[in-house]
């Protein structure tokens, strides 16, 4: 393939006699193309004006730096004989160039990749309050880019290296005894291969999505990246837990926004057994129906176990979202303790004591 574009390229190659100044000709020829890439630029800028959809600003703004450096490289095919015309300088340049083009293609084919996953996901919003299809789509299609990525940068290192004869023969060893090295590969790459096909289940299978709510390790937090080998949790106070895809496969864990994105908050109140009940029922309901964090669709207000000191009282509500449910939380834990401290002080939570010997000496 690379002889035949070299070939290509020969016919159109200027030498020395025909040319007053390889140097004039090489600034002549690079001027020509930047005008050339400078009036390409202008025309897509021109014909996005003209477009609402500003795919073509997109498809220009992915493919102009690798288009840029392919009409150098063009430059560099078409000029190479003025500056090289020795033999093993000659030899050198042309492997130069087979390697260029390489490079030059995976460029283009990742910036390809890059494209449709930008075209197809500005479809869908993750900022809306009901995502969950759009996470889904973002999950699948921000893994699948990262192996595809993957797999173009191993195919073209491949290639690359290929074109090196003392490579090249060592590669054909390696594959007569394709068994032997494949054993000793997957021993060595075992679990980084595991972590890519963790991460391939999981952009099929989906356990987890991007901004999922999620509790690993007895931490809170949202799912904010999917790559490869490891998945990025945001903990709720900004920190960051670095976990493998593998840990999502083969451990449990907790999603609270698996089926929807909408989710329930629970506050425990801890009180006094002369506390009466349907007081503070009232005013829970009364403080949900006065903020915006509440949807509406769940308030319930429940004594869910009772011991020797204290009474536990579940408040449980809604919330459209995850953080609006710990915002919501946080707002009702703190109006239930003023409205118990202002209402019914006598019912916090208290420690009782007898004292036997003080009440016999009375008698």
Same mark, same amino acid.
């Given at each position: 393939?690379?002889?035949?574009?070299?070939?290509?390229?020969?016919?159109?190659?200027?030498?020395?006699?025909?040319?007053?100044?390889?140097?004039?000709?090489?600034?002549?020829?690079?001027?020509?193309?930047?005008? !050339?890439?400078?009036?390409?630029?202008?025309?897509?800028? %021109?014909?996005?004006?003209?477009?609402?959809?500003?795919?073509?600003?997109?498809?220009?703004?992915?493919?102009?730096?690798?288009?840029?450096?392919?009409?150098?490289?063009?430059?560099?095919?078409?000029?190479?004989?003025?500056?090289?015309?020795?033999?093993?300088?000659?030899?050198?340049?042309?492997?130069?160039?087979? +390697?260029?083009?390489?490079?030059? +293609? /995976?460029?283009?084919?990742?910036?390809?990749?890059?494209? /449709?996953?930008?075209?197809?996901?500005?479809?869908?919003?993750?900022?809306?309050?009901?995502?969950?299809?759009?996470?889904?789509?973002?999950?699948?299609?921000?893994?699948?880019? %990262?192996?595809?990525?993957?797999?173009?940068?191993?195919?073209?290192?491949?290639?690359?290296?290929?074109? !090196?004869?003392?490579?090249?023969?060592?590669?054909?060893?390696? !594959?007569?005894?394709?068994?032997?090295?494949?054993?000793?590969?997957? !021993?060595?790459?075992?679990?980084?291969?595991?972590?890519?096909?963790?991460?391939?289940?999981?952009?099929? /299978?989906?356990?987890?999505?991007?901004?999922?709510?999620?509790?690993?390790?007895?931490?809170?937090?949202?799912?904010?990246?999917?790559?490869?080998?490891?998945?990025?949790?945001?903990?709720?106070?900004?920190?960051?837990?670095?976990?493998?895809?593998?840990?999502?496969?083969?451990?449990?864990?907790?999603?609270?926004? %698996?089926?929807?994105?909408?989710?329930?908050?629970?506050?425990?109140?801890? /009180?006094?057994?002369?506390?009466?009940?349907?007081?503070?029922?009232?005013?829970?309901?009364?403080?949900?129906?006065?903020?915006?964090?509440?949807?509406?669709?769940?308030?319930?207000?429940?004594?869910?176990?009772?011991?020797?000191?204290?009474?536990?009282?579940?408040?449980?509500?809604?919330?459209?979202?995850?953080?609006?449910?710990?915002?919501?939380?946080?707002?009702?834990?703190?109006?239930?303790?003023?409205?118990?401290?202002?209402?019914?002080?006598?019912?916090?939570?208290?420690?009782?004591?007898?004292?036997?010997?003080?009440?016999?000496?009375?008698?």
């Amino acid at each position: 393939m690379f002889d035949k574009i070299q070939q290509f390229f020969s016919q159109w190659t200027l030498t020395k006699d025909t040319l007053i100044s390889p140097w004039i000709t090489l600034g002549i020829v690079i001027m020509a193309s930047l005008v !050339f890439y400078l009036l390409l630029s202008a025309v897509f800028s %021109r014909m996005n004006s003209r477009r609402s959809d500003q795919t073509v600003s997109i498809a220009w703004r992915k493919f102009r730096k690798p288009l840029l450096v392919t009409f150098i490289l063009l430059d560099f095919i078409l000029l190479k004989e003025l500056f090289a015309p020795e033999e093993g300088f000659t030899a050198a340049v042309n492997q130069f160039i087979k +390697v260029a083009i390489i490079f030059c +293609v /995976t460029w283009l084919v990742i910036k390809g990749i890059h494209f /449709t996953r930008e075209l197809i996901l500005r479809q869908y919003d993750i900022k809306e309050e009901d995502n969950l299809k759009a996470r889904k789509v973002y999950t699948q299609f921000r893994v699948l880019e %990262r192996i595809l990525v993957f797999l173009v940068i191993l195919i073209a290192i491949a290639v690359a290296l290929m074109t !090196f004869e003392g490579i090249r023969r060592v590669g054909i060893s390696l !594959f007569a005894s394709a068994g032997v090295a494949g054993i000793v590969i997957g !021993f060595a790459a075992q679990k980084l291969l595991g972590n890519i096909l963790a991460g391939f289940q999981i952009a099929l /299978t989906q356990p987890i999505r991007l901004d999922d709510v999620v509790i690993v390790e007895n931490e809170w937090g949202w799912i904010e990246e999917i790559n490869l080998t490891y998945v990025v949790v945001r903990i709720w106070d900004k920190r960051r837990l670095i976990v493998p895809t593998t840990y999502f496969i083969e451990k449990p864990f907790q999603n609270w926004t %698996r089926v929807s994105a909408d989710i329930l908050g629970t506050v425990f109140i801890y /009180t006094d057994y002369r506390l009466p009940v349907d007081k503070l029922r009232e005013a829970f309901l009364k403080i949900l129906k006065e903020t915006d964090l509440w949807d509406g669709q769940v308030g319930v207000m429940q004594v869910t176990n009772a011991n020797d000191k204290a009474m536990e009282i579940r408040a449980l509500m809604s919330a459209p979202n995850s953080p609006q449910a710990w915002d919501l939380r946080v707002h009702v834990r703190e109006k239930l303790i003023g409205y118990l401290q202002q209402q019914y002080p006598e019912s916090l939570p208290r420690t009782r004591v007898e004292m036997l010997e003080a009440r016999e000496n009375t008698q």
